[in-house]
């Protein structure tokens, strides 16, 4: 038997701790009849990828798998794409242990020539750019420019890598003792544990990846159990590199499985650094575990993100960029906006026109051109946003637009906008992953300030206005406490060059650009007494 699994929401779940909630058992067919989009000549491209009707899950310097054997699902109309043998916990041991072991060769690599590499990774990305993209939209139902654009961010972080390996340095510091010169060296930590989320299949081990390569670690990759096929397909494109250059493929070693396979790299002592991305109650377990081995941990958790509407703000500009950040994804980001801020002033006018907005907006498959908005993940993403609409109503909540699943083949809801509740309820301050957000009135920015910032979580946010002073006081002391603080842009849509990532339940871990590349390796501080004296410091005589 095999076995169709489509995991909770995603970031919720089943990338580390949570069971699969649904599972629903098929009959295997032959060969000729398997009943998979992949033997279907639509989607026959699919090949070119080096998938087949069944794929090995893990991949550590050759291909293998021996544990259960899963079907990923296209959201768009529920249909099985090919199957995956995931990996087992003897799989697991023989990935780690391949990891730490190529990790020996590849830190020897100077880092110029390792960002070398990590350019030729990116450069065969571009040239599978559209297949990848199109996977991501096949498998996991973002749009096709969204999936297009993923493959494009871990290409543009590959090129800063690049960069980065010429860059990155400690300090010589001054000396008390005369004959001494005191430094930081900067050494990579060995193998990088990198668990990842649904809605980002590619781009967070894209941010991981490219900096721990050219830091001098070896990675070690657990995609989300629903996209197993982009984890497969990505690693296909990143170790042909790794092998052209005469280096040991399993630098970058990757392993499809459930939650028995995250507890294991969350235990490891051999894994000095996890970087998770999910949900707060599963990072909350991953921190502990990994602290109780006194490990590094890197999280990327949830995000309740907030746009602020002042009375002087562009509107046409305030629409177009909620209108992304609300429906993007179907609402399944990470930096997705829930809550909307405005002004009392511009209240009714920018909710009309919003509402006019989500009107137009081309529902369908994600793969066709001029859909802007295409199926949740998973039937439960579904289950999650019809408890929500129950719960908002017993709220006494008013659906503006939207409120219902569609009728339709697929996982498909209506985007969402939600009035009448108060900005301190019980639902405006939930996180819920699906295409819901909720509009409140405020009479002013020190009140709407407070209102961002009174949530669990603190990843992003952004206002809107054009008055000088109001945006720096959004972003100085006593303003937006998110990692991300935005002014006159969408909450969606963060550059790689600078650090991504959120305080307070958001994890506190920064990904991507600027200085985030120190996570990924140790600080050694450093003295060299190269005098025939042993002066001791602060003076101290010991004769």
Not at 105 to 113: E, I, N
Request: hydrophobic share 40%; with cysteine.
């Amino acid at each position: 038997m095999a076995t169709i699994l489509r995991f909770g929401v995603c970031r919720l779940a089943g990338t580390f701790a949570l069971k699969p909630q649904s599972q629903i058992s098929f009959l295997r067919y032959s060969s000729g009849m398997s009943g998979l989009l992949i033997e279907d000549a639509k989607y026959s491209w699919l090949k070119d990828l080096g998938l087949a009707a069944e794929n090995k899950g893990v991949f550590h310097g050759s291909w293998s798998g021996s544990g259960e054997v899963v079907t990923s699902v296209c959201p768009t109309n529920n249909q099985p794409i090919a199957r995956v043998t995931q990996g087992s916990i003897a799989d697991y041991e023989k990935a780690v242990t391949a990891a730490k072991e190529a990790w020996t060769s590849w830190t020897d690599v100077p880092a110029p020539q390792r960002g070398e590499i990590v350019r030729q990774i990116g450069h065969a990305l571009r040239e599978k750019k559209s297949l990848l993209g199109r996977l991501e939209s096949l498998e996991n139902g973002k749009i096709l420019p969204e999936g297009e654009g993923e493959v494009q961010e871990f290409i543009d972080i590959c090129d800063y890598a690049v960069g980065l390996s010429r860059m990155f340095a400690g300090k010589v510091l001054p000396s008390e003792r005369p004959g001494h010169m005191l430094l930081e060296q900067w050494n990579p930590l060995g193998v990088v544990g990198v668990i990842t989320a649904f809605n980002f299949p590619s781009a967070v081990f894209g941010w991981n990846t490219s900096i721990a390569l050219v830091c001098g670690n070896s990675v070690l990759w657990k995609g989300a159990p629903s996209t197993p096929l982009t984890s497969i397909a990505v690693t296909k494109v990143v170790t042909s590199v790794l092998k052209s250059n005469g280096m040991p493929e399993a630098v970058c070693s990757m392993i499809c499985g459930g939650a028995d396979i995250g507890t294991a790299m969350a235990k490891d002592t051999r894994i000095p650094l996890l970087s998770f991305t999910g949900s707060t109650a599963v990072g909350h377990k991953v921190a502990m575990m990994v602290q109780e081995r006194f490990g590094k941990f890197l999280l990327e958790l949830g995000g309740n993100n907030a746009i602020v509407v002042c009375e002087d703000a562009d509107l046409n500009m305030v629409v177009q960029s909620a209108l992304f950040a609300c429906v993007g994804t179907a609402g399944q980001r990470c930096t997705t906006t829930r809550r909307l801020i405005l002004h009392e002033n511009v209240y009714d006018e920018v909710l009309e026109k919003l509402k006019k907005a989500y009107a137009q907006v081309k529902i369908g498959d994600p793969l066709e051109a001029n859909t802007l908005y295409g199926p949740m993940h998973s039937p439960q993403g579904v289950e999650l946003y019809k408890n929500a609409i129950s719960k908002i109503k017993e709220q006494g909540g008013k659906i503006e637009y939207g409120g219902k699943v569609m009728d339709r083949q697929g996982n498909f809801v209506e985007p969402t906008i939600v009035s009448g509740l108060s900005h301190d309820s019980e639902m405006v301050h939930t996180e819920t992953f699906a295409p819901i957000v909720y509009v409140l009135k405020t009479k002013g920015l020190d009140e709407a300030i407070k209102w961002n910032n009174e949530v669990s979580h603190g990843l992003c946010s952004s206002v809107f206005t054009r008055d000088v002073s109001r945006m720096f006081k959004w972003l100085g002391s006593k303003g937006s406490d998110c990692g991300l603080v935005n002014v006159n842009i969408p909450t969606s849509g963060a550059e790689i060059g600078g650090a991504f990532g959120g305080e307070k339940h958001t994890g506190g871990g920064r990904e991507s650009g600027s200085d985030a590349w120190k996570q990924y390796m140790r600080r050694s501080t450093c003295t060299i007494n190269y005098s025939t004296e042993l002066p001791l410091a602060q003076g101290i005589k010991f004769e």
